[in-house]
């Protein structure tokens, strides 16, 4: 099997879980946050929620750079988001560089149960 050779890429993830008073509040105030947060780097996002703990978040990213995310991280306009959007208690925030990624096999669609978080 033939090795796929990428070019040599940082990629910087952020990994960011919190607990919310209410997940609707929170993805509204997240929601609206859209253009500050491109604005500062962000390329893409997953957000998930923990099963059977709706108002248990993380938020997973990819960053443009890992010295511009943490500049916004550290900023007091983003405490103040934070909880004006209902986040009551903080877990842990990393920055990570991705060292390697594959693709075993494509994800297929699946109906969600009716236990799902409802995102």
């Given at each position: 099997?033939?090795?796929?050779?990428?070019?040599?890429?940082?990629?910087?993830?952020?990994?960011?879980?919190?607990k919310v008073k209410?997940?609707?509040?929170w993805k509204h105030g997240y929601g609206a946050s859209i253009k500050?947060?491109?604005?500062?780097?962000?390329?893409s996002l997953?957000?998930?929620r923990e099963a059977g703990h709706?108002?248990?978040?993380?938020?997973?990213s990819v960053q443009e750079d890992a010295d511009q995310v943490t500049a916004v991280l550290e900023?007091?306009?983003?405490?103040?988001?934070m909880?004006?959007?209902g986040i009551v208690a903080m877990g842990r925030m990393l920055i990570m560089e991705e060292m390697d990624r594959r693709t075993h096999r494509a994800l297929?669609?699946?109906q969600r149960s009716k236990r799902s978080c409802g995102i």
């Amino acid at each position: 099997m033939q090795e796929l050779k990428e070019p040599n890429l940082t990629v910087t993830h952020m990994h960011v879980g919190f607990k919310v008073k209410d997940y609707g509040q929170w993805k509204h105030g997240y929601g609206a946050s859209i253009k500050k947060r491109k604005a500062a780097g962000e390329v893409s996002l997953q957000v998930l929620r923990e099963a059977g703990h709706p108002n248990a978040v993380t938020v997973i990213s990819v960053q443009e750079d890992a010295d511009q995310v943490t500049a916004v991280l550290e900023s007091p306009e983003l405490k103040a988001r934070m909880e004006a959007s209902g986040i009551v208690a903080m877990g842990r925030m990393l920055i990570m560089e991705e060292m390697d990624r594959r693709t075993h096999r494509a994800l297929q669609p699946v109906q969600r149960s009716k236990r799902s978080c409802g995102i």
